[in-house]
């Protein structure tokens, strides 16, 4: 008999929204970044982002995040999200979805909600605004709780810890398998990957539905 479900995980970007132009431009601020490090030009910067994510990928046997791939070519972590939040602005590609709005103020009714991000806390409460999801979450792990991004053993079961949940009562939400979701199933959670808001819709398949 598995253990009832008590807590849900929720990765943001690319899952509790998809914007692929605010993807891009997160993208181009950490290529910005490296090539100022590099002294190379931005498309020098972005073909190295590249080959370090591949190379990453293939030595570590997951896909790697962003932030990782930036810290493996020399970034600082804390200087990559300080530009991070000087340079995005959300504000211009978000907006909010009731859809998604209904069905985490419908799923936060039974059960507990965690945000876990390797986003930073200044564009992640910036983003969840936008999205009318703030005050939504018990508690909110950005990068800055760790300066450790996902996938991190350590920091997840810590998180796990403090959130004094079994691994078994958690489900996972997030749109890339590897870096949000393949750790959590190892130590026994369960793990919902979702690409679109669609996808998103569809998470009461796993959590069942109860209209009140
Ligand atoms: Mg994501």
Not at 62 to 81: F, K, N, P, Q, W
């Amino acid at each position: 008999m598995s253990e009832p479900l008590r807590a849900l995980l929720f990765d943001l970007d690319g899952t509790l929204y998809v914007n692929r132009e605010l993807g891009r431009e997160i993208h181009l601020s950490a290529c910005r970044t490296i090539g100022a490090l590099k002294g190379v030009t931005l498309s020098r910067a972005e073909l190295l982002v590249k080959e370090t994510k591949e190379r990453l990928t293939t030595e570590l046997g997951y896909r790697v995040s962003l932030t990782r791939t930036c810290t493996e070519l020399g970034a600082d972590i804390r200087e990559l999200h300080r530009r991070f939040c000087q340079e995005i602005t959300p504000e211009e590609f978000l907006r909010q979805d009731p859809r998604v709005v209904e069905l985490l103020r419908r799923l936060g009714r039974r059960f507990e909600l965690y945000l876990y991000t390797n986003n930073n806390r200044c564009l992640t409460e910036r983003i969840l605004g936008l999205l009318g999801l703030d005050g939504l979450f018990r508690r909110v792990y950005s990068i800055e709780d760790s300066w450790r991004p996902k996938p991190d053993r350590e920091v997840l079961e810590e998180m796990l810890r403090e959130i004094d949940c079994p691994a078994a009562a958690c489900l996972f939400v997030g749109d890339r398998y590897d870096v949000d979701l393949l750790l959590p199933r190892t130590v026994g959670a369960r793990v919902f990957l979702s690409t679109t808001v669609e996808e998103l819709l569809t998470v009461e398949t796993i959590t069942g539905r109860y209209d009140e």
